[in-house]
Protein backbone atom coordinates (compact mmCIF):
# COMPACT_ATOMS: atom_id res chain seq x y z
CA UNK A 1 0.00 0.00 0.00
CA UNK A 2 1.26 3.30 -1.04
CA UNK A 3 1.78 5.97 2.10
CA UNK A 4 2.92 9.34 2.80
CA UNK A 5 6.62 8.17 2.27
CA UNK A 6 6.79 6.78 -0.62
CA UNK A 7 5.65 9.99 -2.33
CA UNK A 8 8.89 12.04 -3.39
CA UNK A 9 9.10 15.87 -2.19
CA UNK A 10 9.86 18.83 -4.20
CA UNK A 11 13.81 18.84 -4.95
CA UNK A 12 14.25 15.18 -5.82
CA UNK A 13 15.32 14.84 -8.89
CA UNK A 14 13.05 12.05 -10.77
CA UNK A 15 10.50 14.82 -10.75
CA UNK A 16 12.11 17.13 -13.26
CA UNK A 17 12.93 14.45 -15.62
CA UNK A 18 11.01 13.47 -18.26
CA UNK A 19 8.83 10.48 -17.89
CA UNK A 20 9.80 7.62 -20.33
CA UNK A 21 6.98 5.92 -22.58
CA UNK A 22 5.41 2.93 -21.34
CA UNK A 23 5.72 0.05 -23.75
CA UNK A 24 2.14 -1.50 -24.11
CA UNK A 25 0.93 -3.37 -23.52
CA UNK A 26 2.15 -2.80 -19.51
CA UNK A 27 3.47 -5.45 -17.69
CA UNK A 28 1.98 -6.80 -14.87
CA UNK A 29 3.95 -4.74 -12.26
CA UNK A 30 3.42 -1.89 -14.21
CA UNK A 31 -0.26 -2.55 -14.07
CA UNK A 32 -0.39 -2.82 -10.38
CA UNK A 33 2.16 -0.04 -9.58
CA UNK A 34 -0.61 2.13 -11.48
CA UNK A 35 -3.74 -0.04 -9.65
CA UNK A 36 -2.02 0.87 -6.22
CA UNK A 37 -1.39 4.78 -7.41
CA UNK A 38 -4.82 4.58 -7.52
CA UNK A 39 -6.02 3.02 -4.76
CA UNK A 40 -4.01 5.50 -3.03
CA UNK A 41 -5.73 8.33 -4.22
CA UNK A 42 -9.22 6.67 -2.67
CA UNK A 43 -7.37 5.70 0.49
CA UNK A 44 -6.67 9.36 1.36
CA UNK A 45 -10.81 10.19 0.35
CA UNK A 46 -11.81 7.94 3.23
CA UNK A 47 -11.34 10.07 6.01
CA UNK A 48 -10.60 6.72 8.32
CA UNK A 49 -7.77 5.08 6.39
CA UNK A 50 -6.52 8.70 5.56
CA UNK A 51 -6.78 9.12 9.60
CA UNK A 52 -5.48 5.64 10.21
CA UNK A 53 -2.08 5.94 8.15
CA UNK A 54 -2.06 9.86 8.17
CA UNK A 55 -2.92 10.51 4.56
CA UNK A 56 -3.10 13.49 2.82
CA UNK A 57 -5.97 13.58 0.42
CA UNK A 58 -5.27 13.30 -2.97
CA UNK A 59 -7.39 13.74 -6.30
CA UNK A 60 -4.15 12.64 -8.60
CA UNK A 61 -1.08 11.18 -8.39
CA UNK A 62 2.01 10.38 -11.02
CA UNK A 63 4.25 7.77 -11.38
CA UNK A 64 7.44 9.87 -11.07
CA UNK A 65 5.93 11.45 -7.63
CA UNK A 66 6.47 7.42 -6.26
CA UNK A 67 9.92 7.17 -8.02
CA UNK A 68 8.64 5.30 -11.26
CA UNK A 69 10.43 7.77 -14.37
CA UNK A 70 7.36 6.17 -16.46
CA UNK A 71 4.36 7.54 -17.86
CA UNK A 72 1.50 6.88 -15.94
CA UNK A 73 -0.92 8.89 -13.75
CA UNK A 74 -3.98 7.74 -11.52
CA UNK A 75 -7.01 10.37 -11.03
CA UNK A 76 -9.42 10.21 -8.46
CA UNK A 77 -12.40 13.21 -7.90
CA UNK A 78 -15.23 14.40 -8.42
CA UNK A 79 -15.64 17.90 -10.70
CA UNK A 80 -18.02 20.82 -9.16
CA UNK A 81 -20.93 19.05 -11.22
CA UNK A 82 -20.39 16.07 -9.65
CA UNK A 83 -19.43 14.09 -12.39
CA UNK A 84 -17.01 11.51 -10.99
CA UNK A 85 -13.16 10.76 -12.89
CA UNK A 86 -11.59 7.63 -11.89
CA UNK A 87 -8.54 6.39 -14.11
CA UNK A 88 -5.67 5.06 -14.21
CA UNK A 89 -4.06 5.73 -17.80
CA UNK A 90 -0.99 5.12 -19.51
CA UNK A 91 1.09 7.20 -21.77
CA UNK A 92 -1.54 9.69 -21.29
CA UNK A 93 -1.62 12.98 -24.13
CA UNK A 94 -3.20 15.63 -24.58
CA UNK A 95 -4.10 15.98 -28.52
CA UNK A 96 -5.83 18.95 -28.70
CA UNK A 97 -6.64 22.13 -26.40
CA UNK A 98 -8.56 25.37 -26.33
CA UNK A 99 -7.30 28.85 -26.91
CA UNK A 100 -8.79 29.95 -23.76
CA UNK A 101 -7.29 29.22 -20.64
CA UNK A 102 -8.58 28.84 -17.09
CA UNK A 103 -7.13 28.85 -13.80
CA UNK A 104 -8.07 27.69 -10.06
CA UNK A 105 -8.97 30.80 -7.89
CA UNK A 106 -7.71 29.05 -5.09
CA UNK A 107 -4.76 28.13 -6.55
CA UNK A 108 -2.73 24.29 -6.56
CA UNK A 109 -1.61 22.19 -4.64
CA UNK A 110 0.58 18.96 -4.83
CA UNK A 111 1.37 15.64 -2.97
CA UNK A 112 4.85 16.63 -3.75
CA UNK A 113 4.90 19.93 -2.03
CA UNK A 114 4.41 20.26 1.73
CA UNK A 115 3.58 24.41 1.48
CA UNK A 116 1.26 26.84 0.49
CA UNK A 117 2.47 28.05 -3.44
CA UNK A 118 0.34 30.81 -4.03
CA UNK A 119 -0.78 32.17 -7.57
CA UNK A 120 -2.85 31.39 -10.29
CA UNK A 121 -1.70 28.21 -12.37
CA UNK A 122 -2.90 28.96 -16.38
CA UNK A 123 -4.43 25.70 -17.75
CA UNK A 124 -6.08 25.03 -21.05
CA UNK A 125 -10.19 25.77 -20.29
CA UNK A 126 -10.62 22.34 -22.56
CA UNK A 127 -8.38 19.69 -23.30
CA UNK A 128 -8.65 16.24 -25.27
CA UNK A 129 -6.55 13.33 -23.62
CA UNK A 130 -5.63 10.08 -25.48
CA UNK A 131 -4.77 7.08 -23.08
CA UNK A 132 -4.67 3.80 -22.27
CA UNK A 133 -6.72 2.50 -19.11
CA UNK A 134 -5.99 -0.28 -16.89
CA UNK A 135 -7.90 -2.84 -18.52
CA UNK A 136 -6.25 -2.21 -22.14
CA UNK A 137 -8.70 0.48 -23.39
CA UNK A 138 -7.88 3.22 -25.83
CA UNK A 139 -9.52 6.10 -24.26
CA UNK A 140 -10.41 9.62 -25.70
CA UNK A 141 -11.45 12.42 -22.79
CA UNK A 142 -13.12 15.54 -23.26
CA UNK A 143 -12.33 17.54 -20.47
CA UNK A 144 -13.13 21.00 -19.35
CA UNK A 145 -12.92 22.90 -15.83
CA UNK A 146 -11.56 21.64 -12.81
CA UNK A 147 -11.09 18.07 -14.58
CA UNK A 148 -8.94 19.90 -17.19
CA UNK A 149 -6.92 21.18 -14.81
CA UNK A 150 -6.33 17.54 -12.31
CA UNK A 151 -5.05 16.06 -15.75
CA UNK A 152 -2.91 19.17 -17.22
CA UNK A 153 -1.24 18.86 -13.57
CA UNK A 154 -0.32 15.26 -13.51
CA UNK A 155 0.65 15.10 -17.10
CA UNK A 156 3.34 18.50 -16.51
CA UNK A 157 4.77 15.65 -13.86
CA UNK A 158 5.52 13.25 -16.76
CA UNK A 159 7.32 15.88 -18.24
CA UNK A 160 9.35 17.08 -14.94
CA UNK A 161 6.90 19.92 -14.66
CA UNK A 162 5.75 21.24 -11.04
CA UNK A 163 2.55 23.66 -10.77
CA UNK A 164 4.60 26.57 -9.42
CA UNK A 165 6.98 26.62 -12.42
CA UNK A 166 3.46 27.80 -14.12
CA UNK A 167 3.04 30.32 -11.57
CA UNK A 168 3.99 34.32 -12.58
CA UNK A 169 6.87 34.21 -10.12
CA UNK A 170 6.79 38.70 -10.21
CA UNK A 171 3.17 38.71 -10.14
CA UNK A 172 1.61 35.36 -9.31
CA UNK A 173 -2.05 36.58 -9.06
CA UNK A 174 -1.57 37.80 -12.68
CA UNK A 175 -4.76 36.72 -14.32
CA UNK A 176 -3.60 34.86 -17.52
CA UNK A 177 -5.26 36.37 -20.72
CA UNK A 178 -7.97 34.98 -22.05
CA UNK A 179 -8.49 32.68 -19.33
CA UNK A 180 -11.71 32.16 -16.89
CA UNK A 181 -11.40 31.59 -12.98
CA UNK A 182 -12.58 28.27 -11.60
CA UNK A 183 -13.84 28.94 -8.18
ZN1 LIG B 1 1.38 17.28 -8.20
Do not use: W
Amino acid sequence: MITMKDILREGDPILNQVAEAVELPPTEEEKNTLAEMLQFLKNSQDEELANAYQLRAGVGLAAPQIGISKRMIAVHFQDFEETQYSYGLFNPKIVSHSVALSYLAGGEGCLSVDREVPGYVPRYQRITVKATDLNGEELKLKLKGYAAIVFQHEIDHLNGVMFYDRINSEAPFTVPENSKAIE
